[in-house]
């Protein structure tokens, strides 16, 4: 995410016709990068330091390779933690790649195959990488079908080319006692056959410690969410990504744990705050862009809180019932369901964090962003927060113009003053 990974992504370019080559460099570079991280991290402690380590360490265990799982976002990764595995986001190898400039070839790939240009390219630049065998095959892979309908075509097309086992978790919409119940049947039915498949029990007193340790990860959280909406970090807009992908993906580790922690202690000094606090939805773009110097750390503007990093926090976790309060965390994500869940949540943030204006990024193919932005637009403009709906792609970085995002984001920040 920087011209270090661009630069990187210019070496590793050159060799990715070679497949031995390129997963070599590739390892030994963002292994580096982790090693780097973790070094910084653990000297200089801070919460934005342990993000930006814990979503490298995942990249990295995904060009390992070594008892990698490949999930969507919201699955509950505590399971499959459980069974040795660590989880790696599809959806974040998209954006590795982004990142290093080298999401073009993965897409270009993907559509010399058939992939319509219509699907989002998070799922695009992972079918060709999946075609091309630019990461190790993972042991299996998984899926729920939260937020995107892109989820099960694109998985199994990664389960099918790589001839994995291919599980899903399908979430109800409604919440009710029994939309729980359903959610429960399919997590022990999930748990058994995995123990046939890696034949081994599933060890259900290391899945309660899991959970003991995410729940008490998610009430610093609930602490913390108190503190920052007076008292908000400046982060780099990346940073924002970062936080949500380890509180997904890792949520239950303690390495996050340490993370919230750190933060905590943070947030007892006052911050330097900005003149403007800006809240942002959906995801923002992983390569370089303009973006990210308008909305820069030293900027007297900020974005102070994305709406993906706080969608838990609703959810008790009961580690005497750890199957059921993975179904309930599921089943309560207000990214689902009827719109007006979604739009509660995000207002709420807005007000919460006494943000003066919204930006809501457009991501080209995400029906579920586009498609609702009307009506959230309509909402803030009742509340006379103002709203700016800015098209983009957040991985395809040839497909978006840096002097538009510009133009437009400036035009609406001289707006609101």
């Not at 799982?69 to 499959?80: H, M, S, T, Y």
């Not at 992939?115 to 630049?125: D, G, K, Q, V």
């Amino acid at each position: 995410m920087s011209s270090k990974s661009i630069a990187f992504g210019k070496f590793v370019r050159k060799h990715i016709t070679n497949h031995k080559s390129f997963s070599r460099w590739m390892r030994a570079g963002i292994g580096l990068e982790s090693s780097r991280r973790w070094l910084v991290a653990n000297l200089k402690p801070s919460y934005t330091r342990w993000v930006d380590y814990i979503t490298t360490k995942t990249i990295s265990e995904a060009l390992k390779g070594e008892k990698v799982a490949w999930v969507n976002l919201f699955f509950p990764g505590e399971i499959l933690a459980t069974f040795g595995l660590k989880t790696v986001s599809a959806e974040g190898l998209s954006g590795t790649l982004s990142s290093m400039h080298l999401d073009d070839i993965a897409i270009q790939k993907a559509e010399s195959i058939g992939i319509n240009r219509s699907l989002c390219t998070f799922h695009r630049a992972s079918v060709g990488a999946s075609e091309m065998n630019l990461f190790p095959a993972p042991i299996a892979v998984f899926t729920t079908n939260i937020l995107c309908d892109g989820n099960l075509p694109t998985f199994a097309f990664h389960a099918n080319c790589r001839k994995r086992p291919f599980f899903v978790i399908d979430v109800p919409k409604h919440i009710s006692k029994e939309s729980e119940e359903y959610l429960v049947k399919q997590i022990e039915d999930m748990i058994a056959e995995l123990e046939s498949l890696f034949k081994s029990s599933f060890d259900y007193k290391y899945f309660k410690k899991l959970i003991s340790t995410e729940q008490e990860t998610l009430q610093i959280l609930r602490d913390a969410y108190r503190k920052l909406s007076h008292n908000p970090l400046r982060m780099k807009l990346y940073q924002h990504v970062n936080a949500l992908y380890s509180l997904h993906l890792r949520g239950y580790s303690l390495e996050f744990n340490k993370a919230v922690k750190v933060l905590s202690k943070q947030l007892d000094r006052e911050q330097e705050q900005p003149r403007k606090r800006i809240l942002w939805l959906h995801l923002v773009p992983y390569y370089d862009s303009e973006l990210y110097n308008i909305f820069s750390p030293s900027s007297d503007i900020a974005v102070v809180t994305s709406e993906l990093e706080w969608d838990p926090l609703e959810v008790d976790l009961d580690p005497e019932h750890p199957v059921r309060s993975v179904a309930r965390k599921l089943l309560m994500n207000p990214e689902i369901g009827p719109l007006e869940r979604r739009i509660k949540f995000v207002t709420q943030l807005a007000r919460d964090f006494s943000v003066d204006a919204v930006i809501h990024f457009n991501h080209w193919g995400c029906k579920q962003s586009s498609g609702a932005v009307g009506l959230i637009k309509r909402r803030f403009e009742e509340l006379r927060i103002p709203f700016l709906s800015l098209d983009g792609d957040c991985v395809d970085h040839t497909s978006s113009s840096i002097g538009q995002y510009k133009t437009r984001v400036e035009a609406f920040l001289e707006m609101i003053g």
